[in-house]
């Protein structure tokens, strides 16, 4: 029940990241977009780690080590990405 519990709770932040980051510029938001999955796994690894000080139990705090090394990759290959696009895209 704690890992649905977590994942809903990161959609619904994910969620709300955009829309908010959506709503603040509208017009200046392009060049922000693809760093929003870089931010999203930044805060599902925050949330991860306070899940396992606070409220993990016996053997989960394991899973947890294992489930941020998994997404601490996943936010380096993002943000390594979004700087590739980044460097890509700029005029010479």
């Known amino acids: 029940m704690n890992a ?3 994942l809903f709770i990161g959609i619904i932040m994910t969620t ?5 980051i959506y709503k603040i510029s509208p ?6 977009m693809k760093y929003i999955p870089s931010i999203a796994t ?3 690894i925050g949330i991860v780690y306070l899940k396992m000080i606070f409220i993990s139990q016996s053997y989960e705090p394991i899973t ?3 489930l941020m ?3 601490s990759f996943v936010f380096g290959v993002s943000l390594l990405a979004a700087f590739l696009i980044e460097f ?3 005029k010479v």
């Open 4 to 6: 649905i519990f977590i």
């Open 16 to 20: 709300l990241l955009s829309l908010l």
């Open 27 to 32: 017009n200046k938001s392009h060049w922000l």
């Open 42 to 44: 930044a805060l599902s």
């Open 64 to 66: 947890d080590i294992v």
């Open 69 to 71: 090394i998994i997404l």
């Open 88 to 90: 890509a895209s700029r």
